[in-house]
């Protein structure tokens, strides 16, 4: 007899190229044999090279979305990505309870394209504040985490953050060491995670696909240090799959 999957849910962009966004989100999900439901937040124009266009969908559109998927099916872990505003992320927590009051999310904050489109300029302190504390984890690479909290270094505004939320700091854009990204848990601990090998080719989406690793990997009921484990080591096969921008994904 087949086993029935866990159920995860993603709310994010849909890229036509399927490097990034729900479609990548989806794939990474398959991955790890859990079963991926998919919300599409914003609709854009690019390839794993370019950016073109973004339009937004609206958010009563993008609630009832949820609505016909959660109303028939239980879900405790989702993975939010591109989203239009704080205002947005909050509505979007706020619902994601209703349906259930111990459901766990995780938020990669895009902030910008990897081809240079910048979604977001809203710096308020006080409303990124308030998002993270709806939050179970946020996924920031060192250049989100700046603009998040761009008056502390990354290290300083990782802690801060974890005050709120957990805290996975991606190595991407670290000139210092782009391979180790560390965890800063809400209990005030501090946890780097590096590969054990190093063979990595850039890839458009790959912080989508760690962020849905992760969440993939706590929806199985790994811990949360061994989910962050389980999902740098996914991502760091994912960048050596092939030396495109496109990477494979490996069950």
């Given at each position: 007899?087949?086993?029935?999957?866990?159920k995860?849910?993603?709310?994010?962009?849909?890229?036509?190229?399927?490097?990034?966004?729900?479609?990548?989100?989806?794939?990474?999900?398959?991955?790890?044999?859990?079963?991926?439901?998919?919300?599409?937040?914003?609709?854009?124009?690019?390839?794993?090279?370019?950016?073109?266009?973004?339009?937004?969908?609206?958010?009563?559109?993008?609630?009832?979305?949820?609505?016909?998927?959660?109303?028939?099916?239980?879900?405790?872990?989702?993975?939010?990505?591109?989203?239009?505003?704080?205002?947005?992320?909050?509505?979007?927590?706020?619902?994601?309870?209703?349906?259930?009051?111990?459901?766990?999310?995780?938020?990669?904050?895009?902030?910008?394209?990897?081809?240079?489109?910048?979604?977001?300029?809203?710096?308020?302190?006080?409303k990124?504040?308030?998002?993270?504390?709806?939050?179970?984890?946020?996924?920031?690479?060192?250049?989100?985490?700046?603009?998040?909290?761009?008056?502390?270094?990354?290290?300083?505004?990782?802690?801060?953050?974890?005050?709120?939320?957990?805290?996975?700091?991606?190595?991407?854009?670290?000139s210092?060491?782009?391979?180790?990204?560390?965890?800063?848990?809400?209990?005030?601990?501090?946890?780097?995670?590096?590969?054990?090998?190093?063979?990595?080719?850039?890839?458009?989406?790959?912080?989508?696909?760690?962020?849905?690793?992760?969440?993939?990997?706590?929806?199985?009921?790994?811990?949360?240090?061994?989910?962050?484990?389980?999902?740098?080591?996914?991502?760091?096969?994912?960048?050596?799959?092939?030396?495109?921008?496109?990477?494979?994904?490996?069950?």
């Open positions: 007899m087949n086993r029935i999957r866990t995860v849910l993603s709310i994010a962009g849909f890229d036509p190229s399927a490097g990034a966004g729900v479609l990548a989100d989806i794939k990474t999900f398959e991955s790890h044999k859990v079963y991926g439901f998919g919300v599409v937040s914003s609709l854009t124009v690019q390839n794993e090279k370019e950016f073109l266009s973004n339009q937004w969908i609206p958010v009563d559109a993008i609630l009832q979305q949820i609505d016909v998927l959660l109303k028939e099916h239980k879900v405790e872990f989702v993975k939010i990505g591109l989203v239009e505003s704080y205002d947005v992320l909050l509505k979007l927590t706020e619902a994601l309870k209703g349906y259930n009051p111990k459901i766990k999310i995780i938020w990669d904050p895009v902030i910008k394209a990897s081809a240079g489109f910048t979604f977001h300029e809203d710096q308020n302190q006080e990124i504040s308030k998002a993270c504390s709806a939050l179970h984890m946020i996924t920031p690479n060192w250049q989100e985490i700046q603009f998040l909290v761009p008056e502390k270094d990354p290290m300083e505004a990782g802690k801060y953050l974890s005050r709120f939320c957990n805290v996975y700091l991606k190595g991407g854009h670290n210092k060491d782009e391979a180790r990204d560390y965890l800063f848990s809400m209990d005030g601990k501090v946890f780097p995670f590096k590969p054990k090998t190093i063979v990595e080719y850039p890839k458009h989406g790959s912080g989508c696909v760690l962020s849905s690793a992760l969440t993939a990997n706590l929806s199985k009921g790994y811990p949360l240090i061994k989910a962050c484990i389980r999902a740098k080591d996914y991502i760091t096969k994912f960048l050596a799959s092939n030396q495109t921008l496109l990477g494979n994904h490996k069950g």
